[in-house]
């Protein structure tokens, strides 16, 4: 049954500072060596490096982009399709993780609905949800409308539902950040708007148990587990230092 029909909040929400929330979040997040990043548009999530990157996206120009820029790598797989209909194909218990970064409040409500039945049904060890805290509006004129990349992709980016914390059983792990949003598609907010994660985790943190198969698989681990334990502040620094040595290595 749906959250939203419950008469009380069904959880305690753990609500943080802005700053407090990327390390929290990427903590919270297992390592998975499969995951499937839904509605992913023209940025694949980052909370995690699997082994396989599926990423299903339905506008032609964002595929287009997708496939352009991961053309380099074999970890990617670019699905061009609605999310129903991918998520309908994919066998139960299937990949480790199902991600949707800023893509629920996309769909109406009843999909919605559909949408956290089937990415339950194939994850193995997690479902993992960031999405604005209630409904915000945001919409684009015509079916050609430009986004805020200068694609046509408006039709996409339109809300069309909001999500709280009630909208979820006590199954899942919700963390909140009051003010997240401090600006949209046309500039910056009067106020801020906040946000929301909800988690729903299956299995058990891999932990020391897991080992890392191959050289690929070893980087991938390693490149997960330093962005889950080393703040933001320290991260910057080395991704700066390794775009500058990039056109010396090619």
């Known amino acids: 049954m749906p959250g939203s029909q419950c008469a009380e909040e069904r959880r305690i929400v753990q609500w943080v500072a802005k700053g407090e929330l990327p390390g929290l979040i990427r903590r919270k997040v297992m390592p998975a060596?499969?995951?499937?990043?839904?509605?992913?548009?023209?940025r694949p999530q980052t909370l995690v490096w699997p082994r396989v990157h599926i990423c299903v996206e339905v506008h032609d120009e964002y595929v287009k982009y997708l496939c352009e820029r991961l053309s380099g790598s074999p970890r990617y797989l670019v699905v061009h399709s609605p999310w129903?209909?991918?998520?309908?194909?994919?066998?139960?218990k299937s990949v480790d993780s199902v991600i949707a970064l800023d893509f629920i409040e996309h769909l109406s409500k009843d999909d919605g609905w559909t949408f956290l039945a089937q990415a339950e049904r194939i994850?193995?060890?997690?479902v993992?949800?960031?999405?604005?805290?209630?409904?915000?509006?945001?919409?684009?004129?015509?079916a050609e409308a430009k986004d805020r990349w200068g694609m046509h992709g408006?039709?996409?980016?339109?809300?069309r539902s909001g999500?709280?914390?009630d909208d979820f059983s006590e199954?899942?792990?919700?963390?909140?950040?009051?003010?997240?949003?401090?600006?949209?598609?046309?500039?910056?907010?009067?106020?801020?708007?906040?946000?929301i994660w909800a988690i729903r985790t299956f299995g058990s943190m891999p932990g020391g148990g897991h080992i890392p198969i191959g050289r690929l698989e070893s980087q991938l681990w390693l490149k997960t587990m330093t962005?889950?334990?080393?703040?933001?502040w320290f991260l910057s620094p080395l991704r700066r230092i390794k775009r500058l040595l990039a056109p010396a290595r090619a």
């Open 33 to 42: 060596q499969v995951v499937m990043d839904v509605g992913s548009g023209i």
């Open 84 to 92: 129903e209909d991918a998520l309908r194909t994919m066998a139960s």
């Open 163 to 165: 999500w709280t914390p």
């Open 227 to 232: 962005y889950r334990h080393f703040p933001g």
């Open 171 to 195: 199954d899942w792990e919700i963390i909140g950040c009051r003010d997240y949003h401090v600006a949209d598609q046309h500039g910056p907010l009067d106020q801020p708007i906040g946000c």
């Open 154 to 159: 408006g039709y996409w980016q339109t809300h």
């Open 123 to 126: 994850a193995r060890r997690q």
């Open 128 to 142: 993992v949800l960031f999405t604005p805290l209630g409904y915000i509006a945001q919409s684009y004129e015509g």
